[in-house]
């Protein structure tokens, strides 16, 4: 069982930036493939960005393409969402979550093992 904690959300001004980590206490993610989604009342679930096991490649949607940028934080094991110039439509509950494997660039949920309880990022206008 890997627990996974996804601390740091806040509210933050459009045009700003917030870095949001994703650690599991006691075990490193470096072999696990990460994933963030999102999260905003009355929507769907949908996928952020998601980096690979092995060679850290990063995927990412539409909606945060250049703006996002997925990494990991090797000294910490962990792994973490660098957010910037952030709007509105970026507000919701942000999620991260691992599996175990060799794969690349999963987007459904249903990939996904393990899951963080979320924070909330609110971005004001």
């Known amino acids: 069982q890997v627990q996974l904690v996804e601390p740091g959300g806040r509210l933050v001004q459009a045009g700003g930036s917030l870095r949001l980590p994703c650690a599991a206490p006691?075990?490193?993610?470096?072999?696990?493939?990460i994933g963030w989604f999102r999260q905003a009342p009355g929507k769907d679930r949908e996928f952020v960005a998601t980096?690979?096991?092995?060679?850290?490649?990063?995927y990412y949607a539409d909606s945060v393409k250049g703006r996002f940028t997925i990494g990991r934080d090797n000294a910490k094991g962990t792994v973490y969402l660098q957010m910037n110039v952030l709007k509105p439509e970026d507000t919701a509950n942000y999620y991260c979550?691992?599996?175990?494997?060799?794969?690349?660039?999963?987007?459904?949920?249903?990939?996904?093992?393990?899951w963080g309880q979320g924070t909330q990022v609110t971005v004001s206008s």
């Open positions: 979550a691992a599996v175990s494997g060799d794969y690349t660039d999963l987007r459904t949920p249903s990939q996904y093992t393990y």
């Open positions: 006691g075990r490193t993610l470096s072999s696990y493939v």
């Open positions: 980096i690979t096991w092995g060679d850290d490649n990063g």
